[in-house]
């Protein structure tokens, strides 16, 4: 007996070390370090917002992605939600500009958004919640998701979008904006929403930017902006 207790606490222990034991519950995991970009990817990812960039000055409005129809059924076949234009337009963002000159993020009654109240999923950190961007440049988010329920699909159903993936933001700060959305799987799905912000003067200097990996994790990066005329 006291042979199998000692093999039940060596198991439990190689349970919870970070690296062992994929299943491990959440109290037993320690935070990871954050991986960050290589050079060479970040390198990719600027020109590919400077390919964005050019883009959009010569074509006058923003790339569009699509749902796959695979994803669509597979909402259909889930019951995931569907916003209508009423409850689209209560997750909408505005800018609103402070007396220090600072524009932050606000919701449609006018307070400073905070994802704080965030529901952590499939995601490495709290505070992180869904946004995505229509064609005109609307932004929308919701602190709210959940798995065959509400997803980034739920904001315009199949039709197209500028932009998607996750963003933290603390007191109408943006802090961090990332690619993670398994309903649009484009590499470059959020890096339009950095065209827009940068469009209405939002601060992004020194934000972190992360590129999901499939699984469990992002690489990160911070973002500094680079000079352009989007007027």
Known sequence: MRHLRVVLLGALVVWGVPGFGAGAPEFFRAPCAPRVYSEATLTRTLRGLNALRAEYLSRGGYKAFHMSTHERDEDQRQGVTYLTEEQRRQHRVFFCLQTN???????????????????????????????????????????????????????????????????????????????????????????????????????????????????????????????????
């Open 101 to 231: 000159g600072a524009v932050r993020l606000c919701d449609i009654e006018g307070k400073l958004i905070d994802t704080r109240v965030a529901q952590a999923f499939r995601t490495d950190r709290a505070y992180r919640a869904l946004f995505v961007m229509d064609m005109a440049g609307h932004f929308y988010i919701s602190s709210y998701q959940r798995d065959r329920e509400f997803h980034h699909s739920s904001f315009f159903g199949d039709a197209p979008i500028a932009a998607a993936g996750e963003i933290e933001v603390i007191d109408g700060v943006v802090v961090f904006m990332g690619d993670r959305t398994g309903h649009f799987p484009y590499s470059d799905i959020f890096l339009q929403a950095l065209i827009e912000l940068e469009r209405r003067e939002v601060d992004l200097n020194g934000i972190e930017i992360g590129r999901w990996d499939g699984s469990s994790t992002y690489t990160y990066t911070k973002y500094v902006p680079l000079d352009r005329e989007l007027n």
